[in-house]
């Protein structure tokens, strides 16, 4: 088999070799930070998933070495392979800023904004999104959109008003678990997810869907209302599940002794964990629903949350500090700044200012 | 008279059967076609000029020559009659009474590209004509031009005819080739393009009825012959299906030589507007292609007469003309409302969106929301500029073009006809009781000198 070959490509005046076959948000998620664009819909451990929420949307002003045009339209990025020698713009574009303004809108206007009783806030793409790129306000005036409540069943519970029809769940179901009861319903702005018949979600994978899902519309049923995210602790935990296809590697969500939650562990981008033999990190419906209780567990430790997130309130131990860097660039311990016994030639040196009751007066340096 | 190809034998008795058809020169470019090299019917139709029927306007021979021709792998022809654009019904009338016009352009299409199974994707809506195709493939089959070695070839081609389910989104090719293959008509993400993975990730050519039913004339006159009909890149003829407030509404071919003056009002074409009425505005392609008030619809911008042809028909790019698109012609007279008539074109989009991408999914209801508000005059004068701003950012941001078309007609509306949507919201209670009329949308435009 003959290598791949190297594609270079700069995105926001960052070069980067990656290869050929690599979507252009992959290429900014391994420069990483604000490079990469956020994605609502795209999944990449899930096959097909993305082009559809259109907030990874970047302009592409050099389409590659061979043909320097750049594309008329934007892109997804999501879905966009690249070409030798691209240039791309993602934060550096006005016209990405203003359609990802344009795509938080439009994904806001039927949103029930009800993240006060949302299971998922604290750990919300689309709270996340809408904070990074959103308005304060809003210009749509008429009532938002509903749907009737559907019951899938005793372990997730489904709220369509939510949704934001990014069809990571339909992707799930149909590459996990061997059957998928649930399916997008009706088109256009009444599109919905659902099982038509109000069937439970029955597979034993099927509690995967929780994770992938990017806003509050599927979420824990064995979790609901119990307490939120920011309140409790995320600790990593193994056990041997039974399940050949369970990885057994999870996330728990502790407040003391109480296990309040199970999830598969995730990445920095919000994605289920690849594990060290690089498959993901997908985890049972036993371990995720009835492993409630610290002896299931082996516990390994306080999981790292990145500091950006409102988990980390609280949560100091494991997070990540801001390294720091001065004593390396200069070469060796600053000096305090401010130590003016050592410099001062104007106070005198011998008169102890921690000595002198109140603040310093010209009238101490007279003595 | 222009030159008549497509509907040169209308009116014809019994037409619509293979022996009527037959006796009028019918299968002839078949049996010239079946004769020639595959690569010679693609640079005949190259040569010709032929650009796709359906709106896009894309060459058709170019499109030819981009399917993918790997070895082993069937390739498909894939006839898009889904034909659901608002005020379009051309492909209608040539499937209805030329059926066989179509299924030898069909036929020559698929020996061209090598479809030995084609299948025409028709409109749920048009019930009654799968049973007018069904009959003439089986009179075709059974006079040796379809079915197992024709005319001792050995190519074989089978035609099925399938029938959509009645979503305007499967017109869109890929949307078009889920729905085929079974699925829900979403469309897919290009690339890869069709031509590379189509109908069951095989190679596909999708085509317009019109554009499959002109490879008759080009490859019995030649390409070269073909491409002298009409002016500059508008090569051939086009139907047009024209509607609205007009004395002869019908479908008509034209040459694209033709003014759009001579169209409107000459007796040989629409023969003018209804009742004696003036005419105020004109959609000229089907409901997505941007609205045209009179003087800019008879005159571009240039003080020229605008003429029925792609090029002379999007002079001035969108700020100033429009695009000949599918062929739907739509004209309104002076007691139409615009504001009206765009909230009726935004609440099809909104209802006729997949819902997969998020501009157009939330986006196009928005827009019909806020249209209604200024229709009952219920609208503010924010509300002009709110439009402009959610058209602006559904336009160019979606998967398929479905946001584009819903865009446009707002976009349009609001550029030409803002007076008319300020005219709703500042007299809301007359706005109910009557219509804005004409207003100064038929005065003549100023042109500047040039140096």
Same mark, same amino acid.
């Given at each position: 088999?003959?290598?791949?070959?190297?594609?270079?490509v700069?995105?926001?005046?960052?070069?980067i070799?990656?290869?050929?076959?690599?979507?252009?948000?992959?290429?900014?998620?391994?420069?990483?930070?604000e490079?990469?664009?956020?994605?609502?819909?795209?999944y990449?451990k899930?096959?097909?998933?993305?082009?559809?929420?259109?907030?990874?949307?970047?302009?592409?002003?050099?389409?590659?070495?061979?043909?320097?045009?750049?594309?008329?339209?934007?892109?997804?990025?999501?879905?966009?392979?690249?070409?030798?020698g691209m240039?791309?713009?993602?934060?550096?574009?006005?016209?990405?800023?203003?359609?990802?303004?344009?795509?938080?809108?439009?994904?806001?206007?039927?949103?029930?904004?009800?993240?006060?009783?949302?299971?998922?806030?604290?750990?919300?793409?689309?709270?996340?999104?809408?904070?990074?790129h959103?308005?304060?306000?809003?210009?749509?005036?008429?009532?938002?959109?509903?749907?009737?409540?559907?019951?899938?069943?005793?372990?997730?519970?489904?709220?369509?008003?939510r949704?934001?029809?990014?069809?990571?769940?339909?992707?799930?179901?149909?590459?996990?678990?061997?059957?998928?009861?649930?399916?997008?319903?009706?088109?256009?702005d009444?599109?919905?997810?659902?099982?038509?018949?109000?069937?439970?979600?029955?597979?034993?994978f099927?509690?995967?869907?929780?994770?992938?899902?990017?806003?509050?519309?599927?979420?824990?049923?064995t979790?609901?209302?119990?307490?939120?995210?920011?309140?409790?602790?995320?600790?990593?935990?193994?056990?041997?599940?039974?399940?050949?296809k369970?990885?057994?590697?999870?996330?728990?969500?502790?407040?003391g002794?109480?296990?309040f939650?199970?999830?598969?562990?995730?990445?920095?981008?919000?994605?289920?964990?690849?594990r060290?033999?690089?498959?993901?990190?997908?985890?049972?419906?036993?371990?995720?629903?009835?492993?409630?209780?610290?002896?299931?567990?082996?516990?390994?430790?306080?999981?790292?949350?990145?500091?950006?997130?409102?988990?980390?309130?609280?949560h100091?131990?494991?997070?990540?500090?801001?390294?720091?860097?001065?004593?390396?660039?200069?070469?060796?311990?600053?000096?305090?700044?401010?130590?003016?016994?050592?410099?001062?030639?104007?106070n005198?040196?011998?008169?102890?200012?921690?000595?002198?009751?109140?603040?310093?007066h010209?009238?101490?340096?007279?003595? | 008279?222009?030159?008549?190809?497509?509907?040169?034998?209308d009116?014809?008795?019994?037409?619509?059967?293979?022996?009527?058809?037959?006796?009028?020169?019918?299968?002839?470019?078949?049996?010239?076609a079946?004769?020639?090299?595959?690569?010679?019917?693609?640079?005949?139709?190259?040569?010709?000029?032929?650009?796709?029927?359906?709106g896009?306007?894309?060459?058709?021979?170019?499109?030819?020559?981009?399917?993918?021709?790997?070895?082993?792998?069937?390739?498909?022809?894939?006839?898009?009659?889904?034909?659901?654009?608002?005020?379009?019904f051309?492909?209608?009338?040539?499937m209805?009474?030329?059926?066989?016009?179509?299924?030898?352009?069909?036929?020559?299409?698929?020996?061209?590209l090598?479809?030995?199974?084609?299948?025409?994707?028709?409109?749920?809506?048009?019930?009654?004509?799968?049973?007018?195709?069904?009959q003439?493939?089986?009179?075709?089959?059974?006079?040796g031009?379809?079915?197992?070695?024709i005319?001792?070839?050995?190519f074989?081609?089978?035609?099925?005819?399938?029938?959509?389910?009645?979503a305007y989104?499967?017109?869109?090719?890929?949307?078009?080739?889920?729905?085929?293959?079974?699925k829900?008509?979403?469309?897919?993400?290009?690339?890869?393009?069709?031509?590379?993975?189509?109908?069951?990730?095989?190679p &596909?050519?999708v085509?317009?009825?019109?554009?499959?039913?002109?490879v008759?004339?080009i490859?019995?006159?030649?390409?070269?012959?073909y491409?002298?009909?009409?002016?500059?890149?508008? &090569?051939? &003829?086009?139907?047009?299906?024209?509607?609205?407030n007009?004395?002869?509404?019908?479908v008509?071919?034209i040459?694209?030589?033709?003014?759009?003056?001579?169209?409107?009002?000459?007796?040989?074409?629409?023969?003018?507007?209804?009742?004696g009425?003036?005419?105020?505005?004109?959609?000229?392609?089907?409901?997505s292609?941007?609205?045209?008030?009179?003087?800019?619809?008879?005159? &571009?911008?240039?003080g020229?007469?605008?003429?029925?042809?792609?090029?002379?028909?999007?002079?001035?790019?969108?700020?100033?003309?429009?695009?000949i698109?599918?062929g739907?012609?739509?004209?309104?007279?002076?007691?139409?409302?615009i504001?009206?008539?765009?909230?009726?074109?935004?609440?099809?989009?909104?209802?006729?969106?997949?819902?997969?991408?998020?501009?157009?999914?939330?986006?196009?209801?928005?827009?019909?929301?806020?249209?209604?508000?200024?229709?009952?005059?219920?609208?503010k004068?924010?509300?002009?500029?709110?439009?402009w701003?959610?058209?602006?950012?559904?336009?160019?941001?979606?998967?398929?073009?479905?946001?584009?078309?819903?865009?446009?007609?707002?976009?349009?509306?609001?550029?030409?006809?803002?007076?008319?949507?300020?005219?709703?919201?500042k007299?809301?209670?007359?706005?109910?009781?009557?219509?804005?009329?004409?207003?100064?949308?038929a005065?003549?435009?100023?042109v500047?000198?040039?140096?």
């Amino acid at each position: 088999m003959s290598e791949t070959p190297k594609f270079k490509v700069t995105i926001d005046n960052i070069g980067i070799e990656v290869p050929a076959g690599t979507t252009i948000l992959n290429a900014a998620r391994m420069i990483g930070g604000e490079v990469a664009p956020p994605t609502m819909c795209y999944y990449s451990k899930l096959k097909d998933s993305g082009g559809k929420c259109r907030t990874c949307l970047v302009e592409v002003s050099k389409g590659s070495e061979k043909d320097p045009r750049p594309m008329p339209k934007l892109v997804a990025s999501c879905r966009t392979t690249v070409m030798d020698g691209m240039e791309v713009k993602n934060i550096t574009s006005e016209k990405v800023l203003d359609a990802r303004k344009g795509v938080v809108e439009f994904l806001l206007i039927n949103h029930p904004l009800d993240c006060p009783v949302c299971d998922q806030a604290g750990e919300c793409d689309l709270q996340n999104l809408s904070y990074e790129h959103g308005t304060e306000g809003t210009r749509y005036e008429f009532k938002r959109r509903t749907f009737e409540k559907e019951d899938i069943g005793p372990y997730i519970s489904l709220h369509m008003n939510r949704c934001i029809m990014c069809f990571r769940c339909v992707f799930t179901a149909d590459q996990l678990t061997e059957t998928r009861e649930h399916g997008i319903l009706e088109r256009g702005d009444h599109a919905q997810i659902g099982t038509y018949l109000n069937k439970a979600l029955k597979n034993d994978f099927i509690g995967n869907v929780i994770d992938v899902c990017p806003v509050g519309a599927l979420t824990d049923k064995t979790f609901r209302f119990k307490n939120r995210v920011w309140f409790t602790k995320p600790v990593d935990a193994h056990r041997n599940c039974s399940n050949p296809k369970c990885c057994g590697h999870v996330r728990l969500w502790m407040r003391g002794d109480e296990v309040f939650r199970v999830t598969a562990r995730k990445d920095e981008w919000g994605e289920v964990e690849t594990r060290p033999d690089g498959t993901p990190g997908w985890i049972c419906n036993e371990c995720r629903f009835e492993k409630k209780q610290t002896k299931d567990w082996v516990i390994e430790g306080p999981a790292l949350i990145p500091r950006s997130s409102v988990i980390a309130q609280g949560h100091y131990v494991g997070t990540k500090k801001t390294p720091v860097l001065i004593d390396k660039v200069i070469g060796k311990e600053p000096e305090h700044l401010l130590n003016i016994h050592d410099i001062s030639d104007v106070n005198k040196p011998e008169i102890e200012l921690s000595k002198i009751a109140g603040p310093a007066h010209s009238d101490d340096f007279k003595k | 008279m222009g030159v008549k190809l497509l509907l040169a034998n209308d009116g014809v008795e019994g037409i619509r059967y293979y022996d009527t058809y037959r006796k009028h020169g019918g299968y002839t470019a078949a049996e010239k076609a079946l004769k020639m090299s595959q690569a010679d019917i693609v640079e005949e139709v190259k040569k010709s000029g032929l650009r796709g029927r359906g709106g896009a306007g894309f060459p058709t021979g170019m499109k030819w020559s981009f399917l993918a021709k790997p070895e082993g792998v069937p390739r498909h022809l894939v006839c898009n009659a889904d034909e659901s654009e608002p005020g379009t019904f051309k492909d209608r009338y040539l499937m209805e009474f030329h059926p066989h016009l179509f299924i030898e352009g069909l036929l020559i299409s698929s020996f061209a590209l090598g479809s030995n199974m084609t299948y025409v994707y028709i409109r749920g809506e048009y019930s009654w004509i799968p049973d007018i195709l069904n009959q003439a493939i089986s009179e075709a089959r059974n006079a040796g031009f379809l079915g197992k070695n024709i005319l001792g070839t050995g190519f074989d081609c089978e035609i099925y005819v399938h029938r959509g389910a009645g979503a305007y989104i499967c017109g869109e090719e890929t949307a078009l080739i889920e729905s085929l293959e079974g699925k829900r008509g979403n469309p897919r993400m290009k690339p890869p393009f069709p031509a590379i993975q189509g109908v069951w990730m095989r190679p &596909t050519v999708v085509n317009n009825v019109e554009t499959i039913a002109a490879v008759v004339p080009i490859i019995a006159m030649g390409g070269d012959e073909y491409a002298k009909i009409g002016v500059g890149k508008s &090569t051939g &003829t086009k139907l047009m299906s024209a509607c609205g407030n007009i004395n002869k509404p019908g479908v008509y071919e034209i040459d694209m030589t033709i003014s759009v003056e001579e169209f409107i009002f000459s007796d040989e074409y629409c023969g003018g507007i209804k009742n004696g009425k003036r005419l105020k505005a004109c959609i000229p392609g089907g409901s997505s292609v941007p609205i045209l008030p009179a003087n800019l619809l008879l005159k &571009t911008a240039k003080g020229e007469p605008r003429m029925m042809n792609y090029e002379s028909m999007s002079d001035g790019g969108f700020a100033t003309g429009s695009m000949i698109g599918s062929g739907g012609f739509e004209v309104l007279d002076e007691d139409q409302c615009i504001v009206k008539h765009t909230m009726t074109l935004a609440r099809f989009y909104n209802h006729e969106s997949c819902g997969q991408c998020s501009p157009c999914r939330e986006g196009t209801g928005w827009m019909y929301k806020i249209l209604k508000n200024l229709e009952y005059g219920h609208g503010k004068l924010s509300d002009i500029d709110l439009l402009w701003d959610i058209q602006r950012r559904i336009e160019g941001n979606t998967i398929c073009p479905l946001g584009d078309a819903a865009s446009w007609p707002v976009a349009a509306a609001i550029r030409h006809f803002r007076d008319e949507f300020e005219w709703h919201v500042k007299n809301p209670e007359e706005s109910q009781k009557r219509n804005f009329g004409l207003a100064h949308y038929a005065d003549p435009i100023h042109v500047a000198a040039t140096a």
